[in-house]
């Protein structure tokens, strides 16, 4: 293991809501991580299409450094958002909205945007190159890895990772964060 056992108090939390909440799809301690640590070196709005429990909000929130930042995060189910919300009712710097990601359109540009790659909607580089600031980060979640070009996932090619990775706006890399799991990361030029 190349980080310690030890959670943030924030990200604890968030695992206890999920707990009671029975939701068990969320970011991983890997991946949260990455996130903290990228959140570190930001200011300005980040957000999270699809809060879930809260887990990869906590991340973010863990790694934000002073009052410069602001986390707007999403999530349609309502009984979902309101459990998020719960954890971050006394933080300022973070809000949690229970509607579609699409209401976050005008929240940005974003310094930092988390989503799932199975967000409903889709998270194509059109979709999405608009709502990210020049020199802002996409990190793109839940995505088995792969060594093959064009990337192959279950006998088809990855058609999203295929445009994230040649997309000429942004920057992209794949990272495996485990040995079953891997994130876009994704710099706007």
């Known amino acids: 293991m190349s980080a310690p056992p030890e959670l943030p108090d924030i990200v604890t939390r968030a695992f206890d809501v999920s707990r009671r909440a029975g939701y068990v799809s969320f970011c991983r301690n890997e991946t949260g991580r990455l996130l903290a640590t990228l959140a570190a070196t930001r ?91 020049e020199g802002g980060i996409v990190v793109i979640d839940d995505l088995i890895p792969t060594d093959l070009w064009p990337p192959i996932v279950y006998g088809r090619v990855d058609s999203l990772r295929e445009f994230w990775l040649t997309d000429e706006r942004f920057t992209t890399v794949e990272v495996m964060v485990a040995p079953d799991t891997s994130v876009l990361i994704a710099t706007k030029r």
């Open 43 to 133: 200011s300005g709005t980040m957000a999270e299409f699809g809060t879930g429990c809260g887990v990869g909000t906590a991340w973010l929130r863990s790694g934000v450094r002073g009052d410069a930042a602001h986390i707007v995060s999403a999530e349609l189910d309502e009984h979902l958002a309101k459990e998020a919300a719960e954890i971050f009712a006394d933080d300022e710097q973070v809000e949690v909205i229970a509607a579609d990601w699409g209401i976050l359109r005008d929240r940005g540009p974003f310094a930092l945007l988390f989503l799932d790659a199975e967000t409903p909607g889709g998270v194509s580089p059109d979709q999405l190159a608009d709502l990210v600031e």
